[in-house]
């Protein structure tokens, strides 16, 4: 009975990846540990020294200092600064921002705060913009000017519009600064492709580093209609797994369960990944082989076999009633596209079981259907599965 890899614990996942910015570096980890990738930029990001949104907000808070700003993210205020070098008003701006509070939101924005000579007041343990906005209201700013560098475009899919309706609500006049605005994608294809394999069940996850990315396939998916089973996918099948609390923000408000590491870090994710999802996949031992189901793959005794869609279908529709008879005509509603022909049944039965290559794992039962032959436990003679939640 072969042994899965333990330095390719992902070997037979598929991964769909929507990072904009260091995509490269997060499939090359991905796939060192065994994984396919599927990569769709979700953003574009618009270059700072070309966005006259951002620069007459920057001229706007020159000329009116603001009483408090918040810095989101790292990247976001260094290219501000850099952005407000070329356009020669970088001493002003970070003159203006000097007069009044700083809070960062986490390590990221206070380093880049402290390299450009700037002393942050506070910044939570959590990155979380939530706890930021805790600790202003409890602080009161009712009567003040506050700066906010948003991590994106606003939308109905991003969390931090209510970041800034929290300080309104208080009494607040927000300065809303759109650092790195973000765009969709020139070419929608490769995200057409990346939303319509979740949909179809042939992904296993799908990583997010921003909340901008998740935004973005969310209005994608509702401009080609696909938002609603986009978000079945997500509440099911595929786990989406997100870098941070902020970039699961705009998931939690549709209530779609994800998962994190602890530290929001491109390296944390990857090792995130590369425990999380094999432990969500329950396995069945039949026919004295250890079978796993996987979006795409099936792992036999931790060997990888590619199995038709059909046979696939098939093999979940066993799975879902382990040990049980499944008939026939069963296994043809589940079979993509239906059909009124059982012969279609016999047809990817046999695709299957040659794909797998795991003799005796699929019994026939004369006249009635199919079943997986379970093997019995080796401590009560039981069959058995192990059975372990592949969606929260």
């Known amino acids: 009975m072969g042994v899965a890899d333990p330095d390719r614990p992902l070997t037979g996942f598929r991964i769909g990846i929507t990072a904009a910015r260091r995509a490269d570096e997060l499939a090359t980890l991905l796939t060192r540990r065994g994984a396919e990738v599927l990569h769709a930029p979700a953003i574009r990001l618009v270059p700072l020294a070309d ?26 205020f260094r290219g501000w600064v850099e952005a407000a070098e070329g356009w ?35 910044s939570p343990e959590s990155e979380s913009s939530a ?6 209201l409890a602080d009161g700013v ?15 899919w991003e969390p931090l519009p209510d970041f800034c309706d929290g300080l309104r609500d208080a009494g607040a006049t927000v300065v809303p600064v759109p650092v790195y605005r973000w765009v969709p994608p020139d070419d929608p294809a490769p995200m057409d492709r ?28 509702a401009e080609t209609g696909l938002v609603a089973p986009l978000q079945h996918a997500f509440r099911t099948r595929v786990v989406p797994v997100c870098v941070g609390p902020v970039t699961a923000g705009p998931f939690d408000a549709m209530g779609i369960p994800t998962t994190a590491p602890a530290r929001a870090r491109v390296g944390a994710l990857v090792r995130h990944v590369a425990d999380e999802l094999p432990a969500r996949v329950p396995t069945v031992h039949c026919g004295g082989h ?15 076999r590619a199995v038709p869609r059909a046979g696939l279908a098939v093999l979940d529709a066993l799975a879902s009633r382990p040990g049980a008879v499944v ?32 003799p005796g794992a699929i019994a026939t039962v004369v006249k009635r259907g199919y079943r997986l032959d379970l093997d019995p436990s080796p401590d009560d003679g039981v069959p058995t599965v192990d059975h372990e939640e592949r969606v929260p």
């Open 88 to 122: 020669g008003v970088a001493d002003e701006l970070l003159g203006a921002l000097s007069a009044g509070r700083v809070i960062a939101r986490g390590p990221k924005a206070t380093g880049a705060l402290r390299a450009a000579g700037l002393r942050e007041e506070w």
């Open 131 to 136: 706890e930021v906005l805790s600790h202003l």
């Open 327 to 358: 008939s026939r005509e069963d296994l043809l509603a589940a079979l993509p596209g239906g059909g009124d022909d059982t012969h279609a049944v016999e047809t990817a039965v046999a695709r299957l079981r040659s794909a797998l290559d795991a």
């Open 194 to 221: 990346l939303i319509e394999a979740a949909v179809c069940r042939e992904l296993d996850a799908v990583t997010f580093t921003s909340a901008p990315a998740v935004a973005s396939m969310m209005m994608r998916a």
């Open 142 to 156: 009712r009567g003040l000017r506050v700066a906010v560098q948003l991590h994106g475009a606003t939308t109905e």
């Open 290 to 304: 250890a079978l796993r189901m996987l979006a795409t793959t099936v792992l036999v005794d931790g060997e990888p």
């Open 51 to 76: 966005d006259v949104e951002l620069e007459a907000r920057t001229r706007e808070i020159v000329a009116a200092p603001p009483d408090l700003t918040v810095a989101t993210t790292g990247i976001g």
